[in-house]
């Protein structure tokens, strides 16, 4: 695996330092060692090693979940926003953290990243156009079921020539990608006049990473590359043209049940999590006592606090100290 971890900020410029030493892939358990620097003037950290492009296939078809295909549950998901009180469930839950939610009727809408394309049908649904974009090939058989436009590759190809957009999407995107600045400058040509980009992405200056540390589940190294802030993140969006017309956090509470979950969790490097399977927190048979008492106290925590994770998350994101920012981009 090659290393090419910027040497000096890429949102500032200004130098970093070490921050976390000796991280690893605590979800997955695919190998290797990392650490995470940080900039001593705007905090934007970095993973380090950085792993290069030609890496990143190789490491996402071995470790990263596939999906499953599911068409019936997909279709029925994509429903669900159709029906009474959908918006409110969404605030409720934090599930609202997604860019393509601010869509409008008859609008044309590219999703980078379109995953399963519930977000296509979403849209879809919601009155809208909608293209998608995404690595991986089994999505091809999804959007041909569902007679929707995707591309399977990159916007780096170009895709959907002479097709412009008034909504470009990047759902929990931003921070997979190694040159951030370079995507975000091909995505404005694709812009309409007035048009807008979205990005949801995980706050590096959230008040749950202060809490949770080297534990953050969003680190989630070494998938993660970058690891932005509110004020980190202008500085890289005006590097490729843009200004931030709004920034708000917006937790999904399912992100903080996984995360009382993952703190329960023992991990050693090369080894998956179960919290991520739905097991349960695994205890190895040599953990000591105390932390086998931590893993029943994680387990019982994340029962009881399921009422609570809700109006603690819509606080901390009126605060905009939450888990994941919603930034929405206008061209300068
Ligand atoms: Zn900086």
Not at 69 to 85: P, Q, S, T
Not at 143 to 169: C, K, Y
Not at 269 to 276: K, M
Request: some cysteine; proline content about 6%; overall charge positive.
């Amino acid at each position: 695996m090659t290393a090419q971890t910027p040497p000096t900020c890429i949102a500032c410029g200004g130098p970093t330092r070490l921050y976390i030493e000796e991280i690893w892939d605590d979800r997955y358990g695919s190998p290797g060692k990392f650490s995470i620097r940080k900039c001593d003037r705007c905090s934007q950290m970095v993973t380090s090693p950085m792993l290069a492009e030609t890496d990143l296939p190789a490491l996402y078809s071995r470790y990263y979940p596939r999906r499953e295909v599911d068409l019936d549950a997909i279709r029925k998901e994509a429903d669900a926003v159709l029906l009474e009180g959908a918006a409110e469930k969404r605030q409720r839950e934090g599930t609202d953290n997604q860019g393509h939610y601010l869509v409008k009727p008859g609008q044309r809408v590219l999703d980078i990243g379109c995953g399963s394309c519930v977000s296509l049908l979403e849209v879809r649904n919601l009155g809208a156009e909608s293209w998608g974009i995404e690595t991986d090939p089994n999505v091809r058989a999804i959007a041909d079921h569902f007679g929707l436009t995707v591309h399977i590759g990159s916007i780096h190809d170009n895709p959907f020539p002479g097709v412009d957009f008034d909504l470009i999407v990047l759902n929990q995107v931003i921070e997979h990608v190694p040159d951030p600045i370079a995507l975000l400058k091909l995505v404005r040509g694709r812009l309409r006049p007035g048009g807008k980009v979205v990005l949801a992405f995980p706050n590096a200056g959230s008040l749950n990473k202060r809490v949770s540390r080297r534990q953050w589940i969003n680190w989630h190294i070494p998938y993660h590359l970058h690891h932005y802030n509110k004020r980190s993140f202008a500085l890289i969006a005006r590097q490729a043209g843009y200004r931030v017309a709004s920034a708000r956090t917006i937790t999904p509470n399912v992100w903080t049940m996984l995360q009382l979950r993952a703190f329960g969790d023992v991990t050693a490097e090369g080894q998956a999590s179960t919290a991520w399977t739905g097991a349960g927190p695994s205890i190895p048979k040599d953990a000591s006592f105390a932390m086998r008492w931590k893993n029943r106290f994680a387990t019982r925590a994340t029962g009881l606090a399921h009422g609570l994770i809700g109006p603690i998350n819509r606080v901390a994101d009126r605060l905009g100290m939450g888990d994941s920012l919603l930034v929405e981009l206008v061209r300068e």
